[in-house]
């Protein structure tokens, strides 16, 4: 059984920092491509970042870019999302997600419940 699971969220105020982890279990972590996606009340899902297997940037969001970095550590099985500069729009659930294969061209298969950041002004 795969499993999820996101961490680091939090309340934060304008221009501060947060990081996220997400660790995964249940597959070969290493064989999969992992994304960031978030998704704010009212709003549509945003990919933020993808990284390949091999922690390539396959993608990332213009809205964070500068900003966002996202990295992996296979040997932990963990995906993190260090995000600076940090504003209210950034406010939305955030969400770790698998990818059904090893490069960001595939789709998404396996999500976190997500984990709420909240940016005061």
């Known amino acids: 059984q795969v499993q999820v699971v996101e961490s680091g969220g939090g309340l934060v105020q304008a221009g501060g920092s947060l990081r996220l982890s997400c660790i995964v279990s249940g597959l070969t972590f290493g064989d999969y491509a992992m994304r960031w996606i978030r998704q704010a009340p009212g709003k549509e899902r945003e990919g933020i970042a993808c990284?390949?297997?091999?922690?390539?940037?396959?993608y990332q969001g213009a809205s964070v870019k500068g900003r966002f970095t996202a990295s992996r550590d296979n040997a932990k099985n963990t995906l993190y999302l260090q995000m600076n500069s940090l504003n209210p729009e950034d406010t939305a659930m955030y969400y770790c997600?698998?990818?059904?294969?090893?490069?960001?061209?595939?789709?998404?298969?396996?999500w976190g419940q997500g984990t709420q950041v909240t940016v005061s002004s």
């Open positions: 990284l390949t297997r091999s922690g390539g940037m396959g």
């Open positions: 997600v698998t990818v059904a294969g090893p490069t960001c061209g595939s789709a998404s298969k396996y």
